[in-house]
Nanobody, 124 residues
Framework: QVQLVESGGGLVQAGGYLRLSCAFS????????MGWFRQAPGKEREFVAA????????YSADSVKGRFTISRDNAKNTVFLQMSKLKPEDTAVYYC?????????????????WGQGTQVTVSS
């Protein structure tokens, strides 16, 4: 059974940074694309960033380009989201997810396993 466990969330001031981690277990990690999504109170879940199984391809939402970077360490079965220049509007619960296949994907329906989420709060 696939398990995804996020960590690294917290409270940070605007302009600050955080690094989220997601530990993966239960399958061959490098065979799957991984993604990060977020959901703010009263809003729908939205795509943040995705990375292919090899790590060579990545995608980011326009709202986070130039500020957030997704990466993975296939030797450690972990995917990361480095977040910098944080803004109050980045406040949300952040979820990592496993893609159905090896490719990075921006659509949530292409992901079949999700972590429990980690709260990120950015104060102004």
């Amino acid at each position: 059974q696939v398990q995804l466990v996020e960590s690294g969330g917290g409270l940070v001031q605007a302009g600050g940074y955080l690094r989220l981690s997601c530990a993966f277990s239960g399958r061959t990690f490098s065979s799957y694309g991984m993604g990060w999504f977020r959901q703010a109170p009263g809003k729908e879940r939205e795509f943040v960033a995705a990375i292919g199984g090899s790590g060579r391809s990545t995608y980011s939402a326009d709202s986070v380009k130039g500020r957030f970077t997704i990466s993975r360490d296939n030797a450690k079965n972990t995917v990361f989201l480095q977040m910098s220049k944080l803004k109050p509007e980045d406040t949300a619960v952040y979820y990592c997810a496993k893609a159905r296949g090896q490719y990075a994907n921006t659509r949530s329906r292409e992901y079949d396993y999700w972590g429990q989420g980690t709260q990120v709060t950015v104060s102004s």
